[in-house]
């Protein structure tokens, strides 16, 4: 069982890198944490539409590398801190590039939703019952553009005053959410 999980956290032992790593100790199988974060080496979408008759992007950079580990995996989570009530540029970026797996629809070759996975994101911020609204969107459909069933959502806002280590609501939800992706 491999679990990738893509993050866009700038910070490697911020909040969200904790949540990943208490998540990640609940999980079986191999799990890679790729970061997103602050990569120079992929080139932004250009919209060419290549995509559209062709499962590949036309773009021939480091985002291939990105495209196999993602094809590779058995679960696919995305983690990120919550910036103005959305993921990073960083990540967005990156994000932009899996317009491949959305063009599946036009291609018409888009996969059922066979593989599991989740999402992690954090906030500063106060909690509040809009604060990670456009995030989850986001992810939501990223996830569903890759064939994965979205488990769980496990957020934490409030990080600027409390760490993991002083909420076990959300080391209960991780915990569940571990459990969901272990199931068969």
């Known amino acids: 069982m491999k679990t990738l999980i893509l993050t866009g956290s700038p910070r490697k032992q911020g909040h969200t890198a904790h949540m990943v790593e208490y998540l990640t100790a609940r999980l079986d199988g191999e799990v890679e944490v790729l970061s997103l974060d602050h990569r120079t080496d992929i080139t932004p979408c250009r919209d060419c539409r290549y995509c559209f008759t062709h499962p590949a992007c036309r773009i021939q950079d480091s985002m291939q590398d990105i495209y196999r580990k993602l094809d590779e995996a058995d679960r696919i989570l995305f983690a990120a801190p919550v910036y103005f009530y959305n993921i990073p540029g960083s990540m967005k970026a990156v994000l932009d590039r899996l317009q491949v797996y959305w063009a599946a629809v036009v291609r018409g070759d888009r ?67 571990a459990q969901k992706l272990k199931e068969t």
């Open 111 to 177: 996969p059922a939703a066979a593989r599991k996975g989740g999402i992690i994101l954090t906030g500063g911020a106060p909690e509040s019952p809009r604060q990670f609204l456009g995030a989850i969107q986001t992810l939501q459909y990223m996830l569903e553009d890759l064939g994965v069933r979205c488990e769980g959502t496990v957020t934490m806002g409030g990080s600027d005053k409390k760490g993991l280590s002083e909420r076990p609501d959300v080391q209960a939800a991780l915990d569940g959410l």
